[in-house]
């Protein structure tokens, strides 16, 4: 995983966290359009080598990834409700 990748990913992640903070569900799908291609070259890598280099900023991206998965799970939850409602 090159440094580059994983800025791409932390870049591409800050602007689908900003357009779920949003509730636009144009910007969250153009977002997450805009991130599968950085997604799809780091799925297909067997090994992520991180060095000392890389550490700092790949922790910065995961942090990104996980700040990105609470929130579609909190507005999955808030949707679920409202549906129920």
Same mark, same amino acid.
């Given at each position: $995983?090159?440094?580059?990748?994983?800025?791409?990913? +932390?870049?591409? $992640?800050?602007?689908?966290?900003?357009?779920?903070?949003?509730?636009?569900? #144009? /910007?969250?799908?153009?977002?997450?359009?805009?991130? +599968?291609?950085?997604?799809?070259?780091l @799925?297909?890598?067997?090994?992520?080598?991180?060095? #000392?280099?890389?550490?700092?900023?790949?922790?910065?991206?995961? @942090?990104?990834?996980? /700040?990105?998965?609470?929130?579609?799970?909190?507005?999955? +939850?808030?949707?679920? @409700?409202?549906?129920?409602?």
């Amino acid at each position: $995983m090159s440094i580059d990748q994983i800025a791409a990913l +932390e870049s591409g $992640m800050v602007r689908l966290i900003d357009a779920l903070d949003g509730r636009d569900a #144009d /910007a969250i799908l153009a977002e997450a359009q805009a991130l +599968e291609p950085v997604l799809f070259a780091l @799925r297909g890598q067997s090994v992520w080598p991180v060095d #000392d280099h890389s550490r700092p900023a790949f922790d910065a991206a995961r @942090r990104q990834v996980e /700040a990105a998965r609470a929130r579609v799970n909190k507005l999955t +939850e808030l949707n679920l @409700r409202r549906v129920e409602n």
